[in-house]
């Protein structure tokens, strides 16, 4: 079985730029977050879906967005690019998204100049 | 909101035992997990506590009081592999604490 998939696994953009992250979740998974990972810091919630309903959103701004689509699999938008967006981009799949075991994807890393 | 909180680093010899701490607030409480991280990966799901008391897979073993809003993590016969970030989770979104670097020397 796949695991948890991100695409594009690497990806350099410009300040000011717009940049869309996409995940697929494991079959059979209900539930995606999305998490920033600066280095040497934990991941920081960024925003929870299930059933294709936001159902929680981290203390980021407004510049980030995500959606879930029918099949499960989700995006994260972000706009007007800054260079402390400079991160590794993580998306985690759950069965139910209650706290329980979820598993990773490899990431993102988003590097803005 | 919910707020973690670990030790940054922790280092040990192979062969010990580590115990890392995780103190939390949280709103609602759905459990407390935790993760492993090496660098360059992807967290890994270690386990779950849902319930007081210690639950046990091979090496690891985590504990929870929610009374105390407390767990740990129980590390025993350190290899080298271990070396890695530990992560403890808490709340229906799982918000992480800032980590654990354990550093296992020979």
């Given at each position: 079985?796949?695991?948890?998939?991100?695409?594009?696994?690497?990806?350099?953009?410009?300040?000011?730029?717009?940049?869309?992250?996409?995940?697929?979740?494991?079959?059979?998974?209900?539930?995606?977050?999305?998490?920033?990972?600066?280095?040497?810091?934990?991941?920081?919630?960024?925003f929870q879906y299930y059933e294709k309903e936001e159902r929680g959103r981290g203390n980021?701004?407004?510049?980030?967005?995500?959606?879930?689509?029918?099949?499960?699999?989700?995006?994260?938008?972000?706009?007007?690019?800054?260079?402390?967006?400079?991160?590794?981009?993580?998306?985690?799949?759950?069965?139910?998204?209650?706290?329980?075991?979820?598993?990773?994807?490899?990431?993102?890393?988003?590097?803005?100049? | 909101?919910?707020?973690?909180?670990?030790?940054?680093?922790?280092?040990?010899?192979?062969?010990?035992?580590?115990?890392?701490?995780?103190?939390?607030?949280?709103?609602?409480?759905?459990?407390?997990?935790?993760?492993?991280?090496?660098?360059?990966?992807?967290?890994?799901?270690?386990?779950?506590?849902?319930?007081?008391?210690?639950?046990?897979?091979?090496?690891?073993?985590?504990?929870?009081?929610?009374?105390?809003?407390?767990?740990?993590?129980?590390?025993?016969?350190?290899?080298?592999?271990?070396?890695?970030?530990?992560?403890?989770?808490?709340?229906?979104?799982?918000?992480?604490?800032?980590?654990?670097?354990?550093?296992?020397?020979?």
């Amino acid at each position: 079985d796949a695991g948890v998939t991100q695409s594009p696994t690497h990806l350099i953009k410009t300040r000011g730029q717009q940049v869309t992250l996409r995940c697929s979740p494991i079959s059979g998974h209900k539930s995606v977050s999305w998490y920033q990972q600066v280095l040497g810091q934990g991941p920081q919630f960024i925003f929870q879906y299930y059933e294709k309903e936001e159902r929680g959103r981290g203390n980021f701004p407004d510049r980030f967005s995500a959606r879930q689509f029918p099949n499960y699999s989700s995006e994260l938008n972000v706009n007007a690019l800054l260079l402390g967006d400079s991160a590794l981009y993580l998306c985690a799949s759950s069965l139910a998204g209650t706290g329980t075991e979820a598993f990773f994807g490899q990431g993102t890393r988003l590097t803005v100049v | 909101g919910q707020s973690l909180e670990q030790p940054s680093e922790v280092t040990a010899v192979e062969g010990a035992i580590v115990q890392i701490n995780c103190t939390y607030q949280t709103s609602g409480f759905y459990g407390l997990s935790w993760y492993q991280q090496h660098d360059g990966g992807a967290p890994t799901f270690l386990s779950y506590n849902a319930l007081d008391g210690l639950e046990e897979t091979g090496r690891f073993s985590s504990f929870l009081s929610r009374s105390d809003s407390y767990g740990y993590l129980l590390l025993q016969e350190l290899q080298m592999k271990d070396s890695a970030s530990y992560f403890c989770a808490v709340g229906i979104d799982m918000r992480f604490g800032a980590g654990t670097r354990l550093t296992v020397k020979p």
